[in-house]
């Protein structure tokens, strides 16, 4: 990766002032991730908007106001992955675009089909659907820390927040509860593990069984209804028509990628920066009343889980004072952005009590992230529970294991901490686990808002 | 001073009831955000401004 601005001529005479601002920017390298700070300082000073030639060229916005002014500009920029060609062709948010494509939900979709799988899904996902399910978050998360309470040691990405995200996901989708390992480690590893790695052939059959499961989850739920989004989905009309299969799997498919690595993300990193802070611990701990909220949107800017996302300029368009010509890629990044110290003061700092977060983590504008009110309540409820119960809990640096790139996720694969040792509260985990199916068939806890109101509350 | 989240800018954030529970209600569907009709009491109008600063989609105005 240059560090350095390119500025050579642009072989194409017409874009030489178009194309004026060039960096050469490779989110995918293990450079990108050590060097974040620095490449993000310089594109935010010198190329708010930049040209690069990765990827078959594309545009890169870091600047604050530019992806606020382009994220939300809807009818310039393009979610629409196409991989028939049946529209325009375009390729979706990810750059590069994957070899094999299939369109990854509605989050890869314009107004209105997307608009119509929103509308049909918020009742899931709104803050009064979420709030529903605290209490049975909280049993899931007590258990866990039981399972590790007695030892003294825990790794909080296995034990903990690979966990929490995906029970609760299953649960809201309406898939059993019990099935939770199935998906996460196939979900995990995709994301951190590089295409030509050994491992990819046993990631690869993980990958396939829970294929097999969603799509057996997706029958049977058709077959024999039971609340929850899934079967939103089985029952929803687009536009008047059935939608296929393949699209609602990708929807599922998008839920869970969406509700699994980000929220482990956020809170591994979290509670390793915590670990290495421990007075600020101390201090979020003490005040949690007044400083929770703010804390949690300060390390979703500070660790942006989801780094940023492509886009396609669908018309000749001049935003943020860019040309842009139809067809051109551009990358978002919400990470750079959340940088910007024209919104943000001492960017590259944790200030719990921080005010004026502007922050864009959860993206903008009509795709703005539909679990966010998820991820947020899910978060909270780990890490308080975190600090009760293992509050001296000391990360182990040499056994800490980053993601090598921050492409996609900027995640952890393993964070063992220990701790003094402490009391069993309650069953564990797999006991939990069965009598939380119990409560969420019983209460019909994911049903959409519309039909139920009210949190869990066991008989 | 009196508030006003702007129907077509708000994509349900919900930062600002986090901040201000009072003034802001959220959907119980989409979770979007509605202001209290009302004037802002005098105590919460330090809360109403940071909940204009603060909203990622810059929905948030004060009606003159």
């Given at each position: 990766?240059?560090?350095?601005?390119?500025?050579?001529?642009?072989?194409?005479?017409?874009?030489?002032?178009?194309?004026?601002?060039?960096?050469?920017?490779?989110?995918?390298?293990?450079?990108?991730?050590?060097?974040?700070?620095?490449?993000?300082?310089?594109?935010?000073?010198?190329?708010?908007?930049?040209?690069?030639?990765?990827?078959?060229?594309?545009?890169?916005?870091?600047?604050?106001?530019?992806?606020f002014e382009?994220a939300r500009s809807a009818?310039?920029?393009?979610?629409?992955?196409?991989?028939?060609?049946?529209?325009?062709?375009?390729?979706?948010?990810?750059?590069?675009?994957?070899?094999?494509?299939?369109?990854?939900?509605?989050?890869?979709?314009?107004p209105?089909?997307q608009r119509?799988?929103r509308q049909?899904?918020n009742p899931?996902l709104s803050p009064a659907?979420?709030?529903?399910?605290?209490?049975?978050?909280?049993?899931?998360?007590?258990?866990?820390?039981?399972?590790?309470?007695?030892?003294?040691?825990?790794?909080?990405?296995?034990?903990?927040?690979?966990?929490?995200?995906?029970?609760?996901?299953?649960?809201?989708?309406?898939?059993?509860?019990?099935?939770?390992?199935?998906?996460?480690?196939?979900?995990?590893?995709?994301?951190?593990?590089?295409?030509?790695?050994?491992?990819?052939?046993?990631?690869?059959?993980?990958?396939?069984?829970?294929?097999?499961?969603?799509?057996?989850?997706?029958?049977?739920?058709?077959?024999?209804?039971?609340?929850?989004?899934?079967?939103?989905?089985?029952?929803?009309?687009?536009?008047?028509?059935?939608?296929?299969?393949?699209?609602?799997?990708?929807?599922?498919?998008?839920?869970?990628?969406?509700?699994?690595?980000?929220?482990?993300?956020?809170?591994?990193?979290?509670?390793?920066?915590?670990?290495?802070?421990?007075?600020?611990?101390?201090?979020?701990?003490?005040?949690?009343?007044?400083?929770?909220?703010?804390?949690?949107?300060?390390?979703?800017?500070?660790?942006?889980?989801?780094?940023?996302?492509?886009?396609?300029?669908?018309?000749?368009?001049?935003?943020?004072?860019?040309?842009?010509?139809?067809?051109?890629?551009?990358?978002?990044?919400?990470?750079?952005?959340?940088?910007?110290?024209?919104?943000?003061?001492?960017?590259?700092?944790?200030?719990?009590?921080?005010?004026?977060?502007r922050h864009h983590?959860f993206g903008l504008g009509i795709h703005r992230c539909i679990?966010s009110n998820?991820?947020r309540?899910?978060?909270?409820?780990?890490?308080?529970?975190?600090?009760?119960?293992?509050?001296?809990?000391?990360?182990?640096?040499?056994?800490?294991?980053?993601?090598?790139?921050?492409?996609?996720?900027?995640?952890?694969?393993?964070?063992?901490?220990?701790?003094?040792?402490?009391?069993?509260?309650?069953?564990?985990?797999?006991?939990?686990?069965?009598?939380?199916?119990?409560?969420?068939?019983?209460?019909?806890?994911?049903?959409?808002?519309?039909?139920?109101?009210?949190?869990?509350?066991?008989? | 001073?009196k508030v006003r989240v702007d129907p077509d800018r708000c994509q349900g954030h919900t930062i600002c009831s986090m901040i201000a529970p009072?003034l802001f209600t959220l959907d119980d569907e989409d979770g979007h955000s509605t202001a209290i009709d009302?004037?802002?009491?005098?105590?919460?109008?330090?809360?109403a401004?940071e909940a204009i600063r603060s909203c990622p989609e810059q929905a948030i105005s004060v009606i003159?």
């Open positions: 990766m240059t560090t350095q601005p390119v500025t050579d001529d642009d072989p194409e005479q017409d874009d030489t002032g178009r194309k004026k601002n060039r960096y050469h920017f490779d989110r995918h390298t293990p450079d990108y991730r050590e060097k974040f700070t620095e490449v993000t300082e310089e594109m935010l000073d010198k190329c708010p908007v930049a040209w690069s030639d990765t990827y078959g060229g594309h545009w890169v916005a870091a600047g604050h106001s530019e992806v382009l009818e310039y920029l393009s979610n629409d992955h196409d991989p028939q060609n049946e529209r325009r062709g375009y390729k979706g948010i990810s750059i590069p675009s994957p070899e094999v494509g299939f369109r990854g939900g509605f989050l890869e979709m314009d209105p089909e119509h799988y049909l899904l899931y659907a979420v709030a529903r399910w605290t209490p049975l978050v909280d049993e899931v998360v007590r258990a866990s820390l039981n399972e590790r309470i007695e030892t003294g040691q825990i790794d909080f990405v296995d034990d903990l927040a690979n966990i929490v995200p995906a029970v609760l996901t299953l649960a809201m989708l309406g898939i059993p509860l019990k099935n939770w390992d199935i998906y996460v480690e196939p979900i995990h590893a995709s994301v951190y593990t590089s295409p030509n790695s050994p491992d990819q052939a046993r990631i690869a059959a993980s990958r396939l069984a829970m294929r097999d499961d969603m799509m057996a989850q997706l029958a049977e739920i058709r077959a024999n209804p039971r609340p929850g989004l899934i079967d939103a989905l089985a029952r929803a009309e687009i536009n008047g028509t059935v939608p296929p299969d393949f699209e609602l799997l990708g929807i599922i498919a998008l839920l869970m990628g969406g509700g699994f690595d980000t929220t482990t993300a956020l809170t591994a990193r979290s509670l390793e920066w915590l670990s290495e802070h421990p007075a600020r611990r101390e201090q979020l701990s003490a005040q949690r009343d007044t400083l929770l909220d703010s804390a949690t949107e300060e390390f979703l800017r500070y660790f942006t889980p989801a780094p940023g996302d492509g886009r396609t300029i669908s018309a000749d368009c001049v935003i943020a004072g860019q040309e842009f010509k139809e067809g051109e890629r551009i990358w978002l990044s919400w990470a750079m952005s959340n940088r910007d110290p024209e919104v943000f003061p001492n960017p590259n700092e944790v200030e719990l009590d921080r005010t004026g977060n983590s679990g998820v991820a309540m899910v978060f909270k409820r780990m890490v308080i529970a975190v600090l009760d119960r293992m509050p001296d809990y000391t990360c182990d640096p040499a056994g800490a294991e980053h993601y090598q790139t921050i492409g996609i996720i900027q995640g952890m694969k393993h964070l063992p901490a220990t701790f003094t040792p402490g009391p069993r509260i309650g069953d564990g985990l797999e006991e939990t686990i069965a009598r939380m199916q119990v409560l969420v068939d019983e209460e019909r806890l994911a049903a959409p808002v519309t039909d139920r109101k009210g949190a869990a509350r066991e008989k | 001073m009072t009302g004037e802002v009491p005098a105590e919460l109008e330090s809360k401004a003159p």
